[in-house]
């Protein structure tokens, strides 16, 4: 069965860049869509961007739209997250999850998803 493993989270002051990643542990890894969501304290979890398993269709959410990028290398089974530009309100837990498809308007779907165990991010001012 497949599971995911975030890395890469920190502290970054406002401005500054991070970059998560997220392997993953299966045979079949090009067999799903995978994406970002994330869950700042008190709120709910949001989708922040997903990516199709042949890379060729994203989404990105507009609170980071110009600002993050998603990617994924299916020979080494890994997904990306660069952010730049953070922002305090960028502070919150980063999830990744796998699922069937990716879709360029509403995000990542299909009812099998994974998730990780997440991976903090704050962002000082």
């Known amino acids: 069965q497949l599971q995911v493993m975030e890395s890469g989270g920190g502290l970054v002051q406002a401005g500054g860049s991070l970059r998560l990643s997220c392997t993953a542990s299966a045979l079949i890894f090009d067999d799903y869509a995978m994406g970002w969501f994330r869950q700042a304290p008190g709120k709910e979890r949001e989708g922040v961007s997903c990516?199709?398993?042949?890379?060729?269709?994203?989404y990105v959410a507009h609170f980071v739209q110009g600002r993050f990028t998603i990617s994924r290398e299916n020979a080494t089974k890994t997904l990306y997250l660069q952010m730049d530009s953070l922002k305090p309100e960028d502070t919150a837990m980063y999830y990744c999850a796998a699922d069937r498809y990716c879709d360029s308007e509403t995000g990542i779907g299909g009812g099998k998803r994974v998730w990780g165990q997440g991976t903090q991010v704050t962002v000082s001012s």
């Open positions: 990516i199709s398993w042949s890379g060729g269709m994203t």
